[in-house]
């Protein structure tokens, strides 16, 4: 059944995507995975949406809720959750942005525990936000890595999760001058709370020679 539903969705957004090349500014094309996790990471995404006119809300919200891509699932749940396109509705928005990280994406891990931190659309959990950013952070995800970090210096989580926090920061590569200082920064205040053994095999693990 789920199988006959999927195809049915194909169909639809085929459909969907034709339809939308009528409209007077010219086709958008529905954008790629690849194209929507680069937007996630420069937090584009939502300005992307509006400057394309709002084109291929109908195909978004289709690989949203009937294919259940997680790169859609998650750009549908933020236009819900900041009611860019589509009518706000924060409670659903949240849903899809879970159903994404369900599926392990990233980004929405990521947001979700940033906003657990930070209490941003929901009630502010640092505590509840840690799975989240421990996820992400395995992930390879530069924020969620300095978000955990910082947390675990605030005296959230747990002192078990030290050793992952400093060898993914220790294993981290960027570009980001700040970002490069601030791992630098978080790496010596997790130094201080960690026994030097730890801190060894934190950097021996996933090192290659």
Not at 13 to 42: C, H, K
Not at 48 to 70: F, S
Not at 90 to 119: H, K, S
């Amino acid at each position: 059944m789920k199988l006959k539903l999927k195809l049915l969705a194909t169909l639809l957004i085929s459909q969907l995507s034709y339809a939308n090349t009528d409209l007077a500014m010219g086709p958008v094309e529905v954008y790629s995975e690849a194209q929507l996790i680069r937007w996630f990471d420069s937090n584009e995404h939502l300005r992307q949406i509006k400057a394309d006119e709002c084109q291929i809300v109908e195909d978004i919200a289709a690989r949203a809720q009937v294919v259940e891509y997680p790169a859609f699932q998650f750009l549908y749940g933020d236009m819900l959750a900041w009611g860019v396109c589509v009518e706000r509705d924060v409670e659903l928005g949240i849903f899809y942005i879970n159903q994404a990280a369900r599926q392990g994406l990233p980004a929405a891990l990521e947001q979700l525990g940033r906003y657990y931190a930070n209490g941003t659309l929901v009630q502010q959990d640092q505590e509840r936000a840690i799975p989240y950013l421990r996820e992400a952070a395995a992930l390879g995800h530069l924020k969620a890595r300095l978000l955990l970090a910082e947390l675990l210096l605030k005296d959230y989580g747990s002192p078990l999760d030290y050793e992952d926090a400093y060898r993914w920061l220790y294993n981290t590569s960027t570009a980001n001058e700040a970002a490069h200082r601030r791992i630098a920064q978080l790496r010596r205040g997790l130094e201080q709370r960690m026994p030097a053994n730890a801190i060894q095999r934190a950097k021996m693990r996933d090192t290659f020679w």
